[in-house]
């Protein structure tokens, strides 16, 4: 069986940022990570990597940041009244939050703080970022109707409702 659209797919993985040589994130010591191919679960650059692979298939894969989490954007970090975190005992960088927008919720990273004004950026972290990928094809099904339907995986290997 290959990967294909409707596919449940198994894969062993690990990815590095390509600049720093950090690893970002690695299913090594853990659980293999599952995904319904086809349904933009996983970034576009590895899935499209992943079509047509087989079980037992490894490679290795470089994303650039078009087909990973987009380029980085100065438009998406903005300076925010300190008013807008009226309750938060104490703003610090590094801190995660998530607003309301018109467009539905954005997670935001407070980046500087002083004394009137947040500055917040909206990029996902991993924007900008060329990514390297090793994968392990570990196994392939098909996806039940249910499955398709709610485009995502379930069960013992994804989620239950």
């Not at 470089?62 to 980085?72: I, K, N, S």
Request: hydrophobic share 35%.
């Amino acid at each position: 069986m290959t990967i294909a659209q409707h596919k449940v797919v198994t894969i062993h993985y690990k990815v590095v940022d390509v600049d720093s040589g950090d690893v970002i994130d690695s299913s090594e010591g853990g659980a293999p990570m599952t995904y319904l191919h086809g349904a933009q679960n996983i970034i576009p650059g590895l899935e499209n990597a992943l079509e047509g692979k087989q079980v037992g298939d490894e490679f290795e894969v470089t994303v650039a940041p078009v087909d990973a989490y987009g380029e980085y954007s100065d438009e998406r970090v903005q300076k925010v009244p300190a008013e807008a975190f009226e309750g938060v005992e104490k703003v610090e960088p590094g801190m995660a939050f998530t607003a309301d927008t018109e467009h539905g919720p954005v997670n935001l990273i407070v980046t500087e703080v002083d004394e009137t004004e947040v500055t917040v950026d909206a990029n996902h972290p991993l924007a900008g970022k060329s990514l390297s990928f090793s994968v392990k094809v570990e196994s392939i099904r098909d996806a039940s109707d249910e499955e398709k339907a709610h485009g995502h995986v379930h069960g013992p290997e994804g989620h239950d409702h």
